[in-house]
């Protein structure tokens, strides 16, 4: 098998023609940074040809240590036997940005004897505009083959992997390298010669950015958007939410009356419908956010967002770069880790890593409702326009979203680190339709991912808290059970919040996921499938005598606790370091539990 | 006589004279990559309010640029072009 490495400035497109020249659904995004990771495919129309994806960059001159990491993970790779050549994507539309990287990667590629193809992307946009280039001539000047393609519309592909066919090995030419500083010259000189010119190209982006950047309109669209976004997660996903929870519902009933064993039927009714089908139920929701989210970058209007919100974000020690990161943590902290990569300074990312864990994830959302229900009266005000239980769930929202950025902000202020930071400048690319059929694919597998890494744990807890709780009197007495003992064992944690033992074992279980708080409650009042019905549950806990005080330190608590063994675990992995989801954690569960402990203790004296 | 690229009106064109010596070397060559040689002809694009960084073109891409670096890039004023 040999390997063929695919490079490129950032959003060139390298992404799409990975997918296309591989079959796989690497994600694509119009959104400069979005390849992170080294990908790798096979290739389908080249026999023992793997593809070998890099993150985009502008130059192998590293400004930071993770671009010095990438290009040395490039120039190593390089080095390889087994690697045939390079293919050197550039985005043809403004070829002046991508010229040094080329220069760059031809010099490498000759001193180690290793054949390069430059591909001219983004081609379809230049014959739309009706707009040539002259390929041959700079064919000739970087005495590389320059080859037109379109990465989205598959024009030239065929022509690339014939030359790819037919490519003889080179040899070194170990004197042919030039220092960096004259290949930025001969870039200048060739992009003045050979990069296209008009206001053609750039009008239509000129037009939108005019509306999008404008201070009024700008901000009123981003508003707009952000609602809608919102809207799509609470509002959309709702009828392929309930369809979930019915067809579980149906399926117990058909499977759970079928089983002879009590113990069996028990299991199979309490841990694995109510258990899983808790959480099988924010499936649809994240598919739709990841969809919208996709939508929004893959059009070129995340780059927008990230300069309207630059400004505040960086009074809070972020960057504009940190809100998707952010966002995407409103629909679950892991995404929105994993695309904190995108956040080029150093410094800021690891700010942003700070600031993720608090945005109110939907896993939040279940307990909010839960603790709302039980807590909050269903009135309105202001003549029936508010309504105070959806005003209670803005607050709880904007707590968490606030004390993000309060995290950020003191920490950026009161630390000197050893971080690097980096200076913004975001390219700003054009609008595009978005691909649809990798981003449909990307939220499947964000589904799928969702279901079999957050599933796996899930499951166990429910299992685990299901023996500790059904045995050792087969689930006649929870107070007697193992759970019921080690409930009683920890009360004294829990009891400066008002709350028994009941919710203390919940809170615990909670680390694993916070969601397993509405089921382990429901077991703890012996209520069956609380997670897709929570009325009975939310009438046994305002009859339990729990005061109002506890439900807002519980809210509290809920709002800023890092209770999620996923979100530590690839925090420790993006961050390389373990230290800080071990210092996250006892921080803000310090924090949540102090300030809730405070919050009833002050609601007591209030409430007399 | 220079000017910083910040300092550019709306629809305002330029042409970039040189960096401030407080702008870092890497930096410095970093936007050089992006296009921003001395000699290139730079207009800025967007200007929002409140100190938003501002969107500059130079030939066919468009940055987006905040103070801390588009006040340490001087350009000497042309013309402005017609929206």
Same mark, same amino acid.
């Given at each position: 098998?040999?390997q063929?490495?695919?490079?490129?400035?950032?959003?060139?497109?390298?992404?799409?023609?990975?997918?296309?020249?591989?079959?796989?659904a690497?994600?694509?995004?119009n959104?400069?940074?979005? /390849?992170?990771?080294?990908? #790798?495919?096979? +290739?389908?129309?080249?026999?023992?040809?793997?593809?070998?994806?890099?993150?985009?960059?502008?130059?192998?001159? =590293?400004?930071?240590?993770?671009?010095?990491?990438?290009?040395?993970?490039?120039?190593?790779?390089?080095?390889?036997?087994?690697?045939?050549?390079?293919?050197?994507?550039?985005?043809?539309?403004?070829?002046?940005?991508?010229?040094?990287?080329?220069?760059?990667?031809?010099?490498?590629?000759?001193?180690?004897?290793?054949?390069?193809?430059?591909?001219?992307?983004?081609?379809?946009?230049l014959?739309?505009?009706?707009?040539?280039?002259?390929?041959?001539?700079?064919?000739?000047?970087?005495?590389?083959?320059? %080859?037109?393609?379109?990465?989205?519309?598959?024009?030239?592909?065929?022509?690339?992997?014939?030359a790819?066919?037919?490519?003889?090995?080179?040899? &070194?030419? &170990?004197?042919?390298?030039?220092?960096?500083?004259?290949? #930025?010259?001969?870039?200048?000189?060739?992009?003045?010669?050979?990069?296209?010119?008009?206001?053609?190209?750039?009008k239509?982006?000129?037009?939108?950015?005019?509306?999008?950047?404008?201070?009024?309109?700008?901000?009123?669209?981003?508003?707009?958007?952000?609602?809608?976004?919102?809207?799509?997660?609470f509002?959309?996903?709702?009828?392929?939410?309930?369809?979930?929870?019915?067809?579980?519902?149906?399926?117990?009933?058909?499977?759970?009356?079928?089983?002879?064993?009590?113990?069996?039927?028990?299991?199979?009714?309490?841990?694995?419908?109510?258990?899983?089908?808790?959480?099988?139920?924010?499936?649809?929701?994240?598919?739709?956010?990841?969809?919208?989210?996709? +939508?929004?970058?893959?059009?070129?209007?995340?780059?927008?967002?990230?300069?309207?919100?630059?400004?505040?974000?960086?009074?809070?020690?972020?960057?504009?770069?940190?809100?998707?990161?952010?966002l995407?943590?409103?629909?679950?902290?892991? =995404?929105?880790i994993?695309?904190?990569?995108?956040?080029?300074?150093?410094?800021?990312?690891?700010?942003?890593?700070?600031?993720?864990? %608090?945005?109110?994830?939907?896993?939040?959302?279940?307990?909010? /409702?839960?603790?709302?229900?039980?807590?909050? =009266?269903?009135? /309105?005000?202001?003549?029936?326009?508010?309504?105070?239980?959806?005003?209670?769930?803005?607050?709880?929202?904007?707590?968490?979203? %606030?004390?993000?950025?309060?995290?950020?902000? %003191?920490?950026?202020?009161?630390?000197?680190?050893?971080?690097?930071?980096? =200076?913004?400048?975001?390219? +700003?690319?054009?609008?595009?339709?978005?691909?649809?059929?990798?981003?449909?694919?990307n939220?499947?597998?964000?589904?799928?991912?969702?279901?079999?890494?957050?599933?796996?744990?899930?499951?166990?807890?429910?299992?685990?808290?299901?023996?500790?709780?059904?045995?050792?009197?087969?689930?006649?007495?929870?107070?007697?059970?193992?759970?019921?003992?080690?409930?009683?064992?920890?009360?004294?944690?829990f009891?400066?919040?008002?709350?028994?033992?009941?919710?203390?074992?919940?809170?615990?279980?909670?680390?694993?996921?916070?969601?397993?708080?509405?089921?382990?409650?429901?077991?703890?009042?012996g209520?069956?499938?609380?997670?897709?019905?929570?009325?009975?549950?939310?009438?046994?806990?305002?009859?339990?005598?729990?005061?109002?005080?506890?439900?807002?330190?519980?809210?509290?608590?809920?709002?800023?606790?890092?209770?999620?063994?996923?979100?530590?675990?690839?925090?420790?992995?993006?961050?390389?370091?373990?230290?800080? &989801?071990?210092?996250?954690?006892i921080?803000?569960?310090?924090?949540?539990?102090?300030?809730?402990?405070?919050?009833?203790?002050l609601?007591?004296?209030?409430?007399? | 006589?220079?000017?910083?690229?910040?300092?550019?009106?709306?629809?305002?064109?330029?042409?970039?004279?040189?960096?401030d010596?407080?702008?870092?070397?890497?930096?410095?060559?970093?936007?050089?990559?992006?296009?921003?040689?001395?000699?290139?002809?730079?207009?800025?694009?967007?200007r929002?309010a409140?100190?938003?960084?501002?969107?500059?073109?130079?030939?066919?891409?468009?940055?987006?640029?905040?103070?801390?670096?588009?006040?340490?890039?001087?350009?000497t004023?042309?013309?402005?072009?017609?929206?």
């Open positions: 098998m040999t063929l490495m695919l490079v490129g400035s950032p959003n060139s497109g390298k992404s799409l023609l990975f997918n296309r020249l591989t079959g796989l690497q994600k694509v995004a959104f400069p940074g979005i /390849t992170v990771d080294v990908a #790798r495919g096979r +290739m389908k129309s080249l026999a023992d040809t793997m593809l070998v994806d890099f993150p985009g960059t502008y130059s192998l001159q =590293p400004i930071s240590g993770e671009e010095a990491v990438a290009t040395e993970i490039f120039l190593d790779t390089l080095e390889k036997d087994d690697v045939h050549g390079v293919l050197c994507l550039v985005d043809i539309t403004r070829l002046e940005k991508s010229l040094y990287f080329t220069l760059q990667v031809i010099r490498e590629c000759r001193r180690r004897g290793k054949s390069v193809w430059v591909l001219a992307n983004m081609m379809d946009v014959a739309q505009h009706g707009i040539e280039v002259d390929l041959e001539g700079l064919s000739r000047e970087l005495e590389a083959p320059v %080859l037109p393609i379109s990465g989205r519309t598959g024009e030239g592909i065929d022509a690339v992997l014939s790819l066919r037919a490519a003889t090995p080179a040899s &070194p030419q &170990p004197d042919s390298g030039q220092p960096d500083a004259l290949l #930025r010259s001969e870039a200048h000189r060739l992009a003045g010669k050979y990069a296209p010119r008009g206001d053609l190209l750039v239509t982006q000129n037009r939108l950015d005019a509306f999008f950047l404008h201070t009024a309109f700008g901000g009123a669209a981003f508003f707009g958007i952000m609602f809608l976004l919102f809207q799509s997660i509002t959309w996903a709702a009828p392929a939410m309930d369809a979930v929870e019915t067809g579980l519902g149906s399926l117990a009933d058909l499977i759970v009356p079928a089983i002879g064993n009590s113990v069996a039927r028990d299991f199979v009714s309490d841990a694995l419908f109510s258990g899983l089908g808790a959480f099988l139920v924010f499936v649809p929701q994240i598919f739709v956010l990841t969809l919208v989210i996709g +939508m929004l970058e893959d059009s070129g209007y995340m780059a927008r967002a990230a300069v309207i919100c630059h400004k505040p974000l960086r009074f809070f020690g972020l960057t504009g770069k940190s809100f998707i990161p952010m995407s943590g409103v629909a679950c902290a892991i =995404p929105g994993y695309a904190a990569r995108s956040v080029d300074s150093p410094k800021k990312r690891l700010l942003t890593y700070m600031a993720i864990p %608090l945005m109110p994830c939907s896993a939040r959302l279940p307990v909010y /409702t839960l603790l709302i229900a039980a807590f909050i =009266p269903d009135t /309105t005000a202001l003549g029936g326009l508010v309504g105070l239980q959806g005003l209670a769930m803005f607050c709880t929202y904007f707590l968490g979203m %606030l004390a993000g950025l309060v995290v950020t902000g %003191l920490v950026s202020r009161t630390r000197e680190d050893r971080y690097t930071d980096l =200076p913004f400048v975001l390219e +700003m690319p054009p609008y595009r339709l978005p691909s649809w059929i990798p981003l449909l694919r939220c499947w597998n964000r589904s799928k991912q969702f279901v079999t890494k957050a599933g796996s744990i899930i499951f166990t807890v429910t299992v685990a808290i299901w023996v500790l709780g059904y045995f050792p009197n087969y689930g006649a007495d929870l107070g007697a059970s193992w759970l019921g003992r080690f409930g009683q064992v920890i009360e004294p944690l009891a400066p919040l008002g709350l028994d033992w009941r919710y203390g074992v919940a809170i615990m279980t909670s680390f694993l996921a916070r969601e397993v708080f509405v089921g382990t409650l429901g077991a703890m009042f209520i069956e499938g609380a997670e897709e019905n929570m009325v009975p549950l939310v009438e046994q806990i305002q009859t339990s005598g729990l005061e109002t005080a506890s439900g807002v330190a519980l809210l509290f608590f809920f709002a800023i606790a890092l209770m999620c063994v996923s979100t530590l675990a690839v925090l420790g992995r993006e961050a390389r370091s373990w230290t800080l &989801p071990l210092k996250m954690f921080a803000y569960v310090s924090i949540a539990y102090l300030g809730a402990v405070a919050i009833y203790q609601g007591s004296i209030a409430g007399g | 006589m220079s000017k910083p690229l910040w300092t550019l009106a709306a629809r305002e064109q330029g042409r970039i004279a040189g960096f010596d407080a702008l870092p070397e890497n930096y410095r060559v970093r936007l050089m990559e992006l296009g921003f040689h001395p000699g290139e002809t730079v207009t800025c694009l967007q929002p409140l100190g938003a960084p501002r969107a500059y073109r130079v030939a066919n891409s468009t940055f987006s640029l905040d103070d801390e670096v588009a006040r340490h890039i001087q350009v004023s042309l013309e402005a072009i017609t929206p």
